[in-house]
């Protein structure tokens, strides 16, 4: 049975508004104490108005989680690519408006062991996720339905870290909506990943398909896979297209708890613009070059400057060797300038001023 109805929710798409990156948060020193709901402009004032609340955003690599984040506070500071493992540690998001902050964390991606070794990742790709969500006041799963092999199941490593976690109210994201021709394949996705759940929803009498159609067979497939009965909410959203995704943040928002805030109201992440800078080209590199290649290499930043808010950044990328520097380079460095070029956009979303960024190759061992 379920402790609060679900809600379950279809709606046009929003238009992506121009305030999508408005602004970028300031360094620690130059933090402006606007913003903070009666605490009378100092960071060490606390307000008896102020009110917090924590989520951790989790899910299975390429799930849609940093996309997700990155719209529903507006503004771009989760580096995001097709490929996985594109986020390597757990990064913080935040909104503040109003009297309510909300920290978001974006997190790696759940993996198993099998997946940790094939792409080299350390212990604390999974534990630092695990801490993020001990230390949240709710937990946001975020289910990729595009995905015909893995949508109707939870992951078995994410469900480990929803059962350790079972006191801490969680609410499932169902995204990528928009790449489904049929809307009511949902309706047994919620089934299977909330272990029947949906069988007590009123209209769930909704048109049981053909025998032949080919999405119900799909479903089928799934019967011993396991599910999370306990979410509180459940969300059918593009984080592409932003659809459905302010009742996301009014649901957040009404659990927020009278608390001090924890980052100033301009603060929009806890990274600093270098690791942002770092990132992004590594989110790129990811996007734009084959297969595991892209694992192969090491992003570092040479040199960062920020002079009257325009951004010079320089990047060295290190291959492992001679063969693949000239595939990250390219036909006259033709791939290279595509990528500075694409990272470079990506960070004047992001800083929402001028950028000037090199990226350089080099080969690991030897000097240029
Ligand atoms: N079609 C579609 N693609 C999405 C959506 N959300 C994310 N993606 C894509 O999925 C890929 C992985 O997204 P990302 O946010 O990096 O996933 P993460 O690993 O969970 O953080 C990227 O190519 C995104 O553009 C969505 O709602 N619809
Ligand atoms: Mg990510």
């Known amino acids: 049975m379920f402790d609060k109805p679900l809600l379950i929710l279809f709606r046009r798409a929003l238009p992506r508004t121009s305030s999508w990156c408005r602004s970028f948060a300031v360094k620690p020193s130059e933090h402006v104490p606007d913003g903070r709901p009666d605490s009378g402009g100092s960071p060490a004032g606390q307000s008896t108005s102020e009110k917090l609340i924590k989520v951790a955003i989790i899910g299975v690599p390429n799930a849609g989680k940093s996309t997700l984040i990155n719209h529903l506070i507006d ?126 929803i009123k209209n769930y009498s909704i048109r049981k398909r053909k025998s032949t159609d080919k999405q119900e067979e799909v479903s089928r497939k799934a019967p011993e896979a396991e599910g999370w009965p306990h979410f509180s909410e459940i969300f059918m959203v593009s984080a592409m297209t932003g659809d459905g995704l302010k009742e996301i943040m009014s649901f957040v928002q009404s659990h927020a708890k009278t608390g001090p805030w924890e980052h100033l109201a301009t603060e929009h992440t806890d990274q600093t613009p270098e690791e942002l800078i770092v990132q992004s080209v590594r989110a790129r590199l990811l996007d734009y070059l084959p297969q595991e290649i892209p694992y192969l290499l090491q992003t570092e930043l040479e040199f960062y400057e920020n002079i009257k808010g325009k951004i010079f950044a320089s990047a060295v990328v290190t291959c492992p060797s001679e063969r693949l520097e000239r595939l990250v380079c390219g036909e006259a460095n033709g791939k290279l300038r595509q990528i500075t070029e694409r990272v470079t956009s990506d960070l004047i979303e992001t800083f929402a001023g001028p950028v000037s960024l090199t990226i350089a190759t080099r080969i690991k061992g030897k000097e240029k």
């Open 75 to 200: 503004h771009r500071v989760c580096p995001t690519s097709m490929k996985v493992h594109t986020t390597r540690a757990v990064s913080k998001a935040i909104q503040s408006r109003s009297n309510s902050q909300i920290i978001l964390f974006d997190t790696p991606g759940l993996v198993g062991e099998k997946e940790m070794k094939k792409h080299q990742l350390d212990a604390g790709f999974v534990s630092s996720c695990r801490h993020a969500v001990q230390n949240s006041h709710l937990i946001g799963v975020v289910h990729d339905v595009s995905n015909t092999w893995t949508r109707n199941a939870l992951n078995p490593v994410l469900l480990e870290v929803l059962k350790a976690h079972a006191s801490i109210p969680s609410f499932l994201i169902l995204n990528k909506i928009d790449t489904l021709k049929s809307k009511r394949i949902l309706l047994d996705i919620v089934k299977n990943v909330t272990n029947n759940r949906l069988e007590s």
